[in-house]
């Protein structure tokens, strides 16, 4: 499709802030960019005489020009219609023609609505401020009761009439909630993107004013990598590409990811996580680790001969401190797909737009930006209000449109979602649908400390002169592992680097003796938290499948003969007698430590 609108040239000397919109009021309006999910969604709400329709994006050209092309396509939408633009400067108007003077108060055009005999979309452009907002600001009383008397009119008219607002940010007053329907408006293709790339190369060439030496494919990942933004984003990164060092060369990729990265930022609701870790780094949690292995490439087409669904995603839950987040960036990291963090916290307390409206950007964002990684870290800090909530029901909502997302979402956005806390988390977030699997990540076994082990000392200690009198072998890993029964992965660490510490403090190499003081020193969390933890495991051993495999496990009590009496000739208790740790003095203690949790099921 071709796009009229001038390219960006990028001219001598280095603009900043960035240059103005091309896009101004004497440039012709952008061509309505393919987007069939949104024009049929549309199209089908107008056709079925929904009256008011919210569409809230900052892409109003691109907004408008979509609605126009709509409006205008028998095939969409049966009866063209003609499109009214009201805005506070010029009231409403069609074809860029002036409205009449009167209409720029609001009460008056919708006046117009009302009285206005033939088929027509009106587009109210910000009305969201006569509707009130977040900050306090009040509704203007005689505006909205006009829209809602307007509702049965737009309903019974002879020829269909609707009322498109169109806003960058969504606020609906309560009296209008249940007769506004939120349209959400999908962020530009690679296609789109790709078009403005193209067209900005194209201008720049000619002009000669950039060394361009891109090839095709490193054009198009380029745009790949602009994806996720609003046009007018993606240019501003290109052109800031492109000025840096008057050139655009494959070498632009990280300028252009930066962009991307500060502008999801700025949304302040996703991050993009740059993260090293793979699944090498993770100790232990194989079973989940051959699950994952077998949904790895199942984004790309290939995929779609076994008609194969894309898939949803996975629930992590577990101990704290077991490697849960550690998993969820190594996802990325394995998978190459790119990690968006969502930060649920701020869907609801953000500073930033309304609690809804976060939720459909972070939606929006993640689904353009796919295939990808969405993680959610700690999913219960969010959800676990809902129902009993005294917002309005805002939370049981924001909760709704997440559920219905997972339930339909088709794009590939692997959803990799962690929580500690089960008790929150409520039912309907577990029923089958939502995630592919729930897993249970729990203390780790004898056999994956051995290997969390092995994993952090020859990383810390990868110098062999800080090395005394041990060697980095299993007979050290396994006699470690050995003596830290109960201990949790973060805690194993920790005994590595207070080890570290210490030897460093008196400037010698590292003694086991040093481990295993640091052992003796930490009161794990299985003895702090025994109460916590045999909770969790009690919730687990019905709902979630045990990230570690049962090869793994051996020699641990199983889920549902979990006997206090096993702590007699368990690991446990051989491993406190070992490290002489607290662990032996609390019975208790030694039974959470002696069994694991989670339903066996092996990949
Ligand atoms: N299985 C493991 N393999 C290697 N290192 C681990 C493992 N589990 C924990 N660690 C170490 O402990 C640190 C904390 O782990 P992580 O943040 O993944 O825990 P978590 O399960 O997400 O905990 P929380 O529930 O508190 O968020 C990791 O950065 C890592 O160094
Ligand atoms: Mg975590």
């Known amino acids: 499709m071709p796009r009229p609108a001038a390219a960006r040239q990028i001219p001598r000397s280095i603009r900043s802030p960035p240059a103005p919109r091309l896009t101004g009021p004497t440039a012709p309006p952008p ?22 329709l919210y569409l809230s994006t900052w892409e109003e050209e691109r907004a408008l020009a979509a609605i126009r092309a709509i409006a205008q396509d028998p095939a969409l939408i049966k009866t063209p219609r003609t499109v009214y633009v009201w805005k506070q400067t010029t009231g409403l108007s069609a074809d860029g023609r002036p409205g009449r003077e009167e209409t720029r108060a609001p009460v008056k055009a919708l006046e117009v609505v009302e009285q206005t005999d033939e088929p027509a979309l009106f587009v109210f452009l910000d009305f969201h401020a006569f509707f009130g907002g977040p900050g ?37 007053p309560p009296e209008l909630q249940k007769d506004v329907t939120i349209l959400d408006f999908d962020l530009p293709t690679f296609e789109d993107i790709k078009q ?17 030496e891109l090839a095709d494919e490193d054009a198009e990942r380029l745009a790949k990598a602009a994806t996720g933004l609003t046009l007018q984003e993606a240019e501003n990164a290109f052109a800031r590409a492109m000025v840096q060092d ?36 993770v100790g232990g949690l194989e079973n989940l680790k051959r699950w994952l292995k077998r949904r790895d490439k199942s984004w790309l087409d290939a995929a779609r001969r076994y008609a194969l669904p894309a898939p949803k995603g996975v629930l992590i839950t577990g101990v704290p401190g077991c490697g849960k987040s550690l998993l969820a960036k190594a996802v990325s990291a394995s998978w190459g797909l790119p990690l968006l963090r969502l930060d649920i916290g701020k869907i609801f307390h953000g500073l930033i737009g309304s609690s809804e409206e976060n939720m459909r950007t972070a939606i929006r964002t993640a689904e353009a930006i796919a295939p990808c990684i969405l993680w959610i870290d700690e999913i219960e800090k969010g959800f676990s209000a809902v129902g009993g909530g005294n917002d309005g029901g805002t939370s049981t909502r924001i909760f709704g449109t997440f559920l219905t997302w997972m339930q339909e979402k088709q794009a590939p956005v692997f959803v990799v979602a962690t ?10 977030l577990l029923r089958k649908g939502r995630f592919d699997e729930i897993f249970f990540v729990d203390l780790p076994t004898r056999a994956e ?80 938290q025994s109460e916590q933890i045999r909770a969790i495991r009690d919730w687990a051993n019905v709902r979630a499948v045990a990230a570690t495999p049962r090869e793994h496990r051996e020699g641990y009590a199983e889920p549902a003969a979990a006997p206090a009496s096993a702590a007699a000739t368990s690991p446990a208790s051989a491993a406190a007698a070992l490290a002489g740790a607290d662990v032996s003095a609390d019975p208790s203690a030694v039974d959470v430590a002696s069994a694991r949790g989670g339903r066996t099921v092996d990949f």
């Not at 403005?196 to 361009?212: F, H, K």
């Not at 990265?261 to 996703?270: E, F, H, V």
């Not at 952090?456 to 890993?477: E, K, N, P, Q």
């Open 246 to 281: 008057g050139r655009l060369d494959a070498g632009d990729l990280e300028v252009v990811l930066e962009e991307k990265r500060q502008t999801i930022k700025k949304s302040g609701i996703l991050e993009f996580v740059s993260s090293d870790v793979d699944m090498a780094s």
């Open 136 to 172: 306090g600001r009040a509704a203007d009383p005689a505006v909205v009761r006009k829209v809602r008397d307007l509702v049965p009119a737009l309903k019974n008219a002879r020829s269909p009439k609707n009322v498109i607002f169109l806003s960058p940010t969504l606020v609906i």
């Open 31 to 52: 061509a309505a960019t393919r987007m069939p999910e949104f024009q049929t969604q549309c199209a089908n709400l107008l056709k079925a005489r929904f009256p008011l």
């Open 196 to 212: 403005v790339l193209d067209a900005m190369i194209a201008a720049n060439r000619q002009s000669g004013r950039i060394a361009i």
């Open 419 to 428: 929580a500690n806390n089960i008790d929150g988390l409520p039912p309907e």
């Open 449 to 528: 400390r051995v290997q969390i082990f092995r994993l952090h000392m020859t990383r810390r200690l990868a110098d062999a002169t800080l090395i005394d009198g041990f060697a980095l072998d299993d007979a050290t890993f396994s006699a470690l592992a050995a003596a830290t029964e109960g201990f949790i992965g973060a805690e194993i660490e920790q005994i590595v680097i207070s080890a570290l510490f210490e030897a460093y403090f008196e400037d010698r190499a590292v003694r086991l003796d040093d481990l295993l003081h640091a052992v003796q020193n930490t009161v794990p969390l299985a003895v702090t």
